[in-house]
């Protein structure tokens, strides 16, 4: 018999998604699976975010090339 998860008060949504595959008996590559879909999902958000709202935060360092010329 299992604990009852009653009550229970999760930090994030990673240990409730944690707590919910393991008593549907799923195996522990399935959650890592979950968790990197939902990582991709909002990074790719956030980058796309960014592209569209705020303006490029390249930095561009001026160099010198001072070796030999290349050879054809």
Do not use: C, Q, W
């Not at 240990?15 to 195996?27: C, I, K, Q, T, Y």
């Not at 360092?61 to 054809?72: A, F, K, N, R």
């Amino acid at each position: 018999m299992r604990p009852s998860r009653r009550g229970a008060v999760f930090d994030n949504i990673d240990g409730a998604l944690a707590a919910v595959l393991h008593d549907l008996e799923f195996p522990p590559e399935a959650g890592m699976f979950m968790f990197i879909i939902g990582r991709v999902a909002g990074l790719t958000a956030e980058v796309a975010e960014e592209y569209a709202r705020e303006k490029p935060m390249r930095v561009r360092i001026p160099v010198e090339y001072d070796g030999e010329e290349p050879t054809s």
